[in-house]
DNA sequence: ATTATCTATAGATCTATAGATAATGC
DNA sequence: ATTATCTATAGATCTATAGATAATGC
Protein backbone atom coordinates (compact mmCIF):
# COMPACT_ATOMS: atom_id res chain seq x y z
CA UNK A 1 0.00 0.00 0.00
CA UNK A 2 3.03 2.20 0.73
CA UNK A 3 4.43 3.85 -2.87
CA UNK A 4 7.49 6.10 -3.27
CA UNK A 5 8.32 9.25 -2.27
CA UNK A 6 8.31 10.43 -5.84
CA UNK A 7 4.77 8.58 -6.21
CA UNK A 8 3.57 10.12 -3.10
CA UNK A 9 4.33 14.01 -3.93
CA UNK A 10 2.78 13.15 -7.18
CA UNK A 11 -0.63 11.85 -4.91
CA UNK A 12 -0.85 15.00 -2.83
CA UNK A 13 -0.08 16.92 -5.98
CA UNK A 14 -2.84 15.62 -7.81
CA UNK A 15 -5.25 16.22 -4.60
CA UNK A 16 -4.29 19.69 -5.10
CA UNK A 17 -5.48 19.60 -8.90
CA UNK A 18 -8.56 17.90 -8.10
CA UNK A 19 -9.59 20.65 -5.18
CA UNK A 20 -8.40 23.44 -7.26
CA UNK A 21 -11.48 21.66 -9.71
CA UNK A 22 -13.99 20.59 -7.15
CA UNK A 23 -13.85 24.07 -5.48
CA UNK A 24 -14.71 25.97 -8.14
CA UNK A 25 -17.47 23.74 -9.50
CA UNK A 26 -19.39 22.95 -6.70
CA UNK A 27 -18.21 25.29 -3.86
CA UNK A 28 -16.09 24.09 -0.55
CA UNK A 29 -18.81 23.08 1.16
CA UNK A 30 -20.25 21.32 -2.03
CA UNK A 31 -17.45 18.44 -2.31
CA UNK A 32 -16.96 16.15 0.61
CA UNK A 33 -13.16 14.68 1.44
CA UNK A 34 -14.46 11.43 0.55
CA UNK A 35 -15.23 12.27 -2.62
CA UNK A 36 -12.92 14.46 -3.45
CA UNK A 37 -10.16 12.17 -2.76
CA UNK A 38 -12.22 9.51 -4.55
CA UNK A 39 -11.80 11.37 -7.38
CA UNK A 40 -8.29 12.24 -6.91
CA UNK A 41 -7.45 7.93 -7.22
CA UNK A 42 -7.16 7.32 -3.46
CA UNK A 43 -9.25 7.20 -0.44
CA UNK A 44 -10.24 9.33 2.04
CA UNK A 45 -7.71 7.76 5.00
CA UNK A 46 -4.26 9.47 3.63
CA UNK A 47 -6.04 13.10 3.64
CA UNK A 48 -4.95 14.10 6.86
CA UNK A 49 -0.89 13.03 6.84
CA UNK A 50 -0.87 15.40 4.08
CA UNK A 51 -3.48 18.31 5.00
CA UNK A 52 -4.03 19.18 8.45
CA UNK A 53 -7.69 19.92 7.67
CA UNK A 54 -10.05 20.49 4.52
CA UNK A 55 -9.35 24.48 5.33
CA UNK A 56 -6.05 23.97 4.62
CA UNK A 57 -6.49 22.40 1.26
CA UNK A 58 -8.49 25.08 0.33
CA UNK A 59 -5.78 27.30 0.76
CA UNK A 60 -3.71 25.74 -1.38
CA UNK A 61 -6.28 24.91 -4.10
CA UNK A 62 -6.86 28.36 -4.06
CA UNK A 63 -3.39 29.46 -4.87
CA UNK A 64 -3.15 26.71 -7.53
CA UNK A 65 -6.44 27.49 -9.27
CA UNK A 66 -5.11 31.50 -9.43
CA UNK A 67 -2.35 30.46 -10.55
CA UNK A 68 -3.49 28.07 -13.53
CA UNK A 69 -5.88 31.42 -14.04
CA UNK A 70 -3.25 33.66 -14.25
CA UNK A 71 -0.78 31.81 -16.35
CA UNK A 72 -3.63 30.81 -18.96
CA UNK A 73 -4.87 34.49 -19.66
CA UNK A 74 -1.22 35.52 -19.89
CA UNK A 75 -1.15 33.31 -22.69
CA UNK A 76 -4.14 34.84 -24.57
CA UNK A 77 -3.36 37.64 -26.98
CA UNK A 78 -4.57 41.11 -25.39
CA UNK A 79 -6.70 41.60 -27.77
CA UNK A 80 -8.64 38.65 -27.48
CA UNK A 81 -9.07 38.74 -23.94
CA UNK A 82 -12.00 40.10 -23.06
CA UNK A 83 -14.18 37.50 -25.80
CA UNK A 84 -12.10 34.66 -24.28
CA UNK A 85 -13.21 35.98 -20.34
CA UNK A 86 -16.55 36.91 -21.40
CA UNK A 87 -17.04 33.82 -23.46
CA UNK A 88 -20.10 30.77 -22.97
CA UNK A 89 -17.55 28.49 -22.79
CA UNK A 90 -16.12 30.01 -19.57
CA UNK A 91 -19.68 30.67 -18.19
CA UNK A 92 -20.04 26.98 -18.73
CA UNK A 93 -16.96 25.77 -17.28
CA UNK A 94 -16.31 27.43 -13.96
CA UNK A 95 -13.67 24.53 -12.77
CA UNK A 96 -10.85 24.99 -15.32
CA UNK A 97 -11.59 28.65 -15.58
CA UNK A 98 -11.11 32.22 -13.50
CA UNK A 99 -10.27 31.66 -9.65
CA UNK A 100 -11.64 34.96 -8.42
CA UNK A 101 -15.11 34.46 -10.21
CA UNK A 102 -15.43 30.93 -9.15
CA UNK A 103 -14.06 30.80 -5.57
CA UNK A 104 -14.89 34.88 -4.81
CA UNK A 105 -17.64 33.84 -2.36
CA UNK A 106 -16.03 31.04 -0.17
CA UNK A 107 -12.92 32.68 0.07
CA UNK A 108 -14.88 35.73 1.66
CA UNK A 109 -15.22 33.65 4.60
CA UNK A 110 -12.28 31.81 4.61
CA UNK A 111 -8.97 32.70 6.74
CA UNK A 112 -6.44 35.49 6.24
CA UNK A 113 -4.09 32.70 4.88
CA UNK A 114 -6.30 31.71 2.04
CA UNK A 115 -7.29 35.27 0.95
CA UNK A 116 -3.50 36.20 1.12
CA UNK A 117 -3.39 33.64 -1.88
CA UNK A 118 -6.41 35.00 -3.38
CA UNK A 119 -5.08 38.44 -3.80
CA UNK A 120 -2.17 37.83 -5.20
CA UNK A 121 -3.80 36.21 -7.97
CA UNK A 122 -6.03 39.60 -8.13
CA UNK A 123 -2.47 41.41 -8.22
CA UNK A 124 -1.34 38.83 -11.12
CA UNK A 125 -4.27 39.42 -13.17
CA UNK A 126 -4.31 43.02 -12.84
CA UNK A 127 -0.96 42.87 -14.20
CA UNK A 128 -1.91 40.75 -17.13
CA UNK A 129 -5.37 42.50 -17.75
CA UNK A 130 -3.33 46.57 -17.37
CA UNK A 131 -0.68 44.71 -20.21
CA UNK A 132 2.45 44.70 -17.25
CA UNK A 133 2.54 48.10 -16.51
CA UNK A 134 -0.27 48.16 -13.98
CA UNK A 135 1.86 46.60 -11.28
CA UNK A 136 2.76 49.81 -9.61
CA UNK A 137 0.22 53.03 -8.86
CA UNK A 138 -1.09 55.58 -11.30
CA UNK A 139 -3.63 55.56 -14.01
CA UNK A 140 -3.16 52.27 -15.65
CA UNK A 141 -3.38 50.67 -12.66
CA UNK A 142 -6.95 52.11 -11.66
CA UNK A 143 -7.78 51.17 -15.80
CA UNK A 144 -6.71 47.16 -14.47
CA UNK A 145 -9.08 47.33 -11.77
CA UNK A 146 -11.54 48.85 -13.40
CA UNK A 147 -11.54 46.45 -16.26
CA UNK A 148 -10.77 43.37 -13.87
CA UNK A 149 -14.77 44.23 -11.78
CA UNK A 150 -16.41 44.70 -14.79
CA UNK A 151 -14.99 40.94 -16.38
CA UNK A 152 -15.09 39.09 -13.04
CA UNK A 153 -18.92 41.23 -12.49
CA UNK A 154 -20.04 40.51 -15.52
CA UNK A 155 -19.18 36.85 -15.66
CA UNK A 156 -20.60 36.17 -11.71
CA UNK A 157 -24.17 37.46 -12.59
CA UNK A 158 -23.75 35.64 -16.06
CA UNK A 159 -23.08 32.16 -14.38
CA UNK A 160 -25.75 32.87 -11.71
CA UNK A 161 -28.86 33.80 -14.20
CA UNK A 162 -27.80 30.98 -17.52
CA UNK A 163 -30.24 28.59 -16.43
CA UNK A 164 -33.41 30.66 -15.14
CA UNK A 165 -32.70 33.92 -17.83
CA UNK A 166 -30.37 32.27 -20.67
CA UNK A 167 -31.55 35.99 -22.43
CA UNK A 168 -30.35 38.16 -20.20
CA UNK A 169 -27.17 36.17 -18.94
CA UNK A 170 -25.76 36.38 -22.80
CA UNK A 171 -26.75 39.60 -23.10
CA UNK A 172 -24.46 40.64 -19.89
CA UNK A 173 -21.40 39.09 -21.48
CA UNK A 174 -21.67 40.43 -25.12
CA UNK A 175 -22.38 43.73 -23.78
CA UNK A 176 -19.64 43.91 -21.63
CA UNK A 177 -16.95 42.05 -23.93
CA UNK A 178 -18.27 44.77 -26.54
CA UNK A 179 -17.51 47.68 -24.13
CA UNK A 180 -14.45 46.45 -23.19
CA UNK A 181 -13.07 45.66 -26.53
CA UNK A 182 -13.39 49.48 -26.71
CA UNK A 183 -10.54 50.30 -24.52
CA UNK A 184 -8.25 48.29 -22.03
CA UNK A 185 -9.97 45.06 -22.49
CA UNK B 1 -48.51 25.13 20.73
CA UNK B 2 -50.36 26.18 17.55
CA UNK B 3 -51.15 29.83 16.71
CA UNK B 4 -53.38 31.60 15.18
CA UNK B 5 -53.38 31.67 10.91
CA UNK B 6 -51.71 35.48 11.30
CA UNK B 7 -49.41 34.60 13.72
CA UNK B 8 -48.56 31.69 11.67
CA UNK B 9 -48.20 34.05 8.24
CA UNK B 10 -45.90 36.07 10.58
CA UNK B 11 -43.82 33.51 11.64
CA UNK B 12 -43.33 32.03 7.89
CA UNK B 13 -42.27 35.67 6.59
CA UNK B 14 -39.68 35.72 9.58
CA UNK B 15 -38.59 32.51 8.00
CA UNK B 16 -38.00 33.45 4.98
CA UNK B 17 -36.39 37.10 5.85
CA UNK B 18 -33.57 35.39 8.53
CA UNK B 19 -33.08 32.98 5.32
CA UNK B 20 -32.69 36.32 2.91
CA UNK B 21 -30.08 37.62 5.45
CA UNK B 22 -27.97 34.07 6.98
CA UNK B 23 -27.90 32.75 3.09
CA UNK B 24 -26.37 36.23 2.05
CA UNK B 25 -23.74 35.74 5.41
CA UNK B 26 -22.89 32.37 5.71
CA UNK B 27 -23.83 30.83 2.22
CA UNK B 28 -26.46 28.63 1.43
CA UNK B 29 -24.23 25.18 3.20
CA UNK B 30 -23.22 27.34 5.52
CA UNK B 31 -26.33 27.49 7.79
CA UNK B 32 -28.43 24.78 8.51
CA UNK B 33 -32.11 24.39 9.49
CA UNK B 34 -32.05 23.94 12.60
CA UNK B 35 -29.40 27.13 13.52
CA UNK B 36 -31.93 29.05 10.76
CA UNK B 37 -34.89 28.21 12.19
CA UNK B 38 -33.63 29.08 15.85
CA UNK B 39 -32.54 32.50 14.82
CA UNK B 40 -36.30 32.59 13.25
CA UNK B 41 -37.55 32.09 16.74
CA UNK B 42 -38.90 28.74 16.25
CA UNK B 43 -37.66 24.92 16.36
CA UNK B 44 -37.04 22.90 12.99
CA UNK B 45 -40.18 20.50 13.38
CA UNK B 46 -42.05 23.07 11.59
CA UNK B 47 -39.86 23.55 8.67
CA UNK B 48 -41.63 21.27 6.42
CA UNK B 49 -45.29 22.10 6.58
CA UNK B 50 -44.07 25.67 5.60
CA UNK B 51 -41.62 25.11 2.45
CA UNK B 52 -41.04 21.70 0.55
CA UNK B 53 -37.51 22.15 0.94
CA UNK B 54 -34.59 24.00 2.23
CA UNK B 55 -33.76 24.38 -1.93
CA UNK B 56 -37.23 26.08 -1.89
CA UNK B 57 -36.69 28.21 1.04
CA UNK B 58 -33.40 29.31 -0.86
CA UNK B 59 -35.68 30.25 -3.83
CA UNK B 60 -38.32 32.87 -1.51
CA UNK B 61 -35.19 34.60 0.15
CA UNK B 62 -33.58 35.07 -2.93
CA UNK B 63 -36.82 36.63 -4.09
CA UNK B 64 -36.75 38.63 -0.66
CA UNK B 65 -33.11 39.54 -0.53
CA UNK B 66 -32.97 41.09 -3.82
CA UNK B 67 -36.56 43.22 -3.44
CA UNK B 68 -34.84 44.23 -0.35
CA UNK B 69 -31.94 45.24 -2.42
CA UNK B 70 -33.44 47.39 -5.49
CA UNK B 71 -36.04 48.62 -2.66
CA UNK B 72 -32.90 50.46 -0.98
CA UNK B 73 -30.91 51.31 -3.45
CA UNK B 74 -33.72 53.19 -5.30
CA UNK B 75 -33.95 55.55 -2.33
CA UNK B 76 -30.49 56.34 -2.23
CA UNK B 77 -29.73 59.28 -4.07
CA UNK B 78 -28.52 58.44 -8.05
CA UNK B 79 -24.99 60.66 -7.18
CA UNK B 80 -24.53 58.58 -3.78
CA UNK B 81 -25.37 55.21 -5.44
CA UNK B 82 -21.42 54.14 -6.28
CA UNK B 83 -20.20 55.52 -2.97
CA UNK B 84 -22.25 53.85 -0.92
CA UNK B 85 -22.36 50.20 -2.58
CA UNK B 86 -18.71 50.64 -2.59
CA UNK B 87 -18.03 51.71 0.87
CA UNK B 88 -16.86 49.30 3.55
CA UNK B 89 -19.64 49.54 6.15
CA UNK B 90 -21.64 47.54 2.77
CA UNK B 91 -18.59 45.07 1.82
CA UNK B 92 -18.88 44.31 6.00
CA UNK B 93 -22.27 43.49 5.76
CA UNK B 94 -23.36 41.17 3.38
CA UNK B 95 -26.37 40.45 5.14
CA UNK B 96 -28.18 43.45 4.84
CA UNK B 97 -26.58 44.32 1.51
CA UNK B 98 -26.74 43.60 -2.06
CA UNK B 99 -28.70 40.21 -3.04
CA UNK B 100 -26.35 39.84 -6.38
CA UNK B 101 -23.07 40.15 -5.03
CA UNK B 102 -23.59 37.75 -1.74
CA UNK B 103 -25.95 35.39 -3.35
CA UNK B 104 -24.33 35.06 -6.85
CA UNK B 105 -21.94 32.01 -6.11
CA UNK B 106 -24.92 29.72 -4.49
CA UNK B 107 -27.52 30.81 -7.33
CA UNK B 108 -25.50 29.99 -9.77
CA UNK B 109 -25.50 26.24 -8.64
CA UNK B 110 -29.54 26.58 -7.69
CA UNK B 111 -32.55 25.97 -10.31
CA UNK B 112 -33.84 27.83 -12.91
CA UNK B 113 -36.60 28.72 -10.66
CA UNK B 114 -34.44 30.31 -8.12
CA UNK B 115 -32.07 31.86 -11.00
CA UNK B 116 -35.29 33.00 -12.15
CA UNK B 117 -36.04 35.11 -9.18
CA UNK B 118 -32.22 36.90 -8.84
CA UNK B 119 -32.37 37.41 -12.75
CA UNK B 120 -35.89 39.93 -11.75
CA UNK B 121 -33.13 41.08 -8.88
CA UNK B 122 -30.77 41.95 -11.91
CA UNK B 123 -33.56 43.68 -14.08
CA UNK B 124 -34.76 45.69 -11.50
CA UNK B 125 -31.17 46.92 -10.17
CA UNK B 126 -30.46 47.80 -13.84
CA UNK B 127 -33.51 49.81 -14.31
CA UNK B 128 -32.44 51.71 -10.76
CA UNK B 129 -28.77 51.94 -11.89
CA UNK B 130 -29.72 53.33 -15.01
CA UNK B 131 -32.13 56.12 -13.79
CA UNK B 132 -35.05 54.62 -15.20
CA UNK B 133 -34.77 54.68 -18.84
CA UNK B 134 -32.32 51.76 -18.99
CA UNK B 135 -35.68 48.56 -19.22
CA UNK B 136 -35.12 48.89 -22.70
CA UNK B 137 -32.27 48.03 -25.01
CA UNK B 138 -30.12 50.38 -26.32
CA UNK B 139 -27.23 52.86 -24.92
CA UNK B 140 -28.44 53.32 -21.55
CA UNK B 141 -29.48 49.81 -20.37
CA UNK B 142 -25.58 48.90 -22.16
CA UNK B 143 -23.99 51.91 -19.85
CA UNK B 144 -26.39 50.15 -16.81
CA UNK B 145 -25.24 46.64 -17.47
CA UNK B 146 -21.05 47.59 -17.78
CA UNK B 147 -21.96 49.97 -14.27
CA UNK B 148 -23.88 47.22 -12.39
CA UNK B 149 -20.96 44.31 -13.61
CA UNK B 150 -18.07 46.92 -12.27
CA UNK B 151 -19.97 47.82 -8.96
CA UNK B 152 -20.46 43.52 -8.43
CA UNK B 153 -16.92 42.59 -9.45
CA UNK B 154 -15.54 45.46 -7.41
CA UNK B 155 -17.33 44.58 -4.10
CA UNK B 156 -17.08 41.07 -4.84
CA UNK B 157 -13.37 41.06 -5.19
CA UNK B 158 -12.98 43.22 -2.13
CA UNK B 159 -14.69 41.49 0.35
CA UNK B 160 -12.72 38.03 -0.32
CA UNK B 161 -9.71 40.06 -0.08
CA UNK B 162 -11.12 42.51 3.42
CA UNK B 163 -8.77 40.01 5.75
CA UNK B 164 -5.80 39.02 3.79
CA UNK B 165 -5.23 42.19 2.04
CA UNK B 166 -7.29 45.04 3.35
CA UNK B 167 -5.18 47.39 1.56
CA UNK B 168 -5.79 45.91 -1.91
CA UNK B 169 -9.13 45.33 -0.73
CA UNK B 170 -9.66 49.42 0.36
CA UNK B 171 -8.22 50.19 -3.16
CA UNK B 172 -10.30 48.23 -4.91
CA UNK B 173 -13.53 50.04 -3.53
CA UNK B 174 -11.74 53.59 -3.87
CA UNK B 175 -10.71 53.63 -7.57
CA UNK B 176 -14.26 51.60 -8.80
CA UNK B 177 -16.00 54.33 -7.06
CA UNK B 178 -14.15 57.16 -8.23
CA UNK B 179 -14.32 55.60 -11.83
CA UNK B 180 -18.03 55.32 -11.48
CA UNK B 181 -18.27 59.05 -10.16
CA UNK B 182 -17.50 60.14 -13.04
CA UNK B 183 -20.22 59.12 -15.41
CA UNK B 184 -22.92 56.56 -15.08
CA UNK B 185 -22.91 55.57 -11.45
C1' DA C 1 -61.99 19.07 13.83
C1' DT C 2 -58.22 21.25 12.09
C1' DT C 3 -53.56 22.61 12.17
C1' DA C 4 -49.20 25.21 13.64
C1' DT C 5 -45.68 23.97 16.32
C1' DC C 6 -43.23 20.91 19.32
C1' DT C 7 -40.15 16.84 20.71
C1' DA C 8 -37.81 13.03 19.09
C1' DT C 9 -35.53 10.49 15.69
C1' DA C 10 -34.25 8.16 11.22
C1' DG C 11 -30.92 7.89 7.80
C1' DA C 12 -27.47 9.96 5.37
C1' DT C 13 -23.92 12.69 5.23
C1' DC C 14 -19.37 15.10 6.85
C1' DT C 15 -14.64 15.88 9.00
C1' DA C 16 -11.31 13.70 11.48
C1' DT C 17 -8.91 9.77 13.78
C1' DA C 18 -7.24 4.89 14.89
C1' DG C 19 -4.96 1.06 13.72
C1' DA C 20 -3.61 -2.35 10.05
C1' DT C 21 -0.95 -3.20 5.96
C1' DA C 22 2.70 -3.48 2.83
C1' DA C 23 6.18 -1.37 0.12
C1' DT C 24 10.05 1.92 0.35
C1' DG C 25 14.48 3.41 1.80
C1' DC C 26 18.01 3.08 5.12
C1' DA D 1 12.34 0.90 10.52
C1' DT D 2 9.76 4.16 8.36
C1' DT D 3 5.70 5.74 6.16
C1' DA D 4 2.02 6.28 2.41
C1' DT D 5 -2.16 4.43 1.98
C1' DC D 6 -5.90 1.48 3.27
C1' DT D 7 -10.17 -0.12 5.94
C1' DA D 8 -13.11 0.95 9.55
C1' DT D 9 -15.27 3.95 12.60
C1' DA D 10 -16.22 7.77 16.01
C1' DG D 11 -18.76 11.74 16.76
C1' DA D 12 -20.98 15.53 15.00
C1' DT D 13 -23.57 17.36 11.83
C1' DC D 14 -27.56 17.83 8.19
C1' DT D 15 -32.18 17.33 5.80
C1' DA D 16 -36.39 15.34 6.34
C1' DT D 17 -40.18 12.77 8.73
C1' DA D 18 -43.30 10.83 12.49
C1' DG D 19 -46.27 11.46 15.95
C1' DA D 20 -47.74 14.23 20.09
C1' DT D 21 -49.66 18.51 21.76
C1' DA D 22 -52.58 22.29 22.40
C1' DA D 23 -54.77 26.32 20.66
C1' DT D 24 -57.57 28.08 16.81
C1' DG D 25 -61.63 28.39 14.09
C1' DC D 26 -65.66 26.17 12.54
Known amino acids: ??????????????VVETAARLFRERGFDGIGLVDLMKEAGLTHGGFYRQFPSKEALLTEATGRAVS?????????????RAAVYLSREHRANPGSGCAI??????????????QAAFAAGVERLLACVGGGEAA????????????LSALVGALVIARAT?????GLSDEVLATVRKRLAGDAG
Open 1 to 14: MRVSREQANANRER
Open 136 to 147: TSGAARADAIQT
Open 68 to 80: QTSDYLAGVPAAD
Open 162 to 166: ATGAP
Open 101 to 114: AALAGDVARADAKT
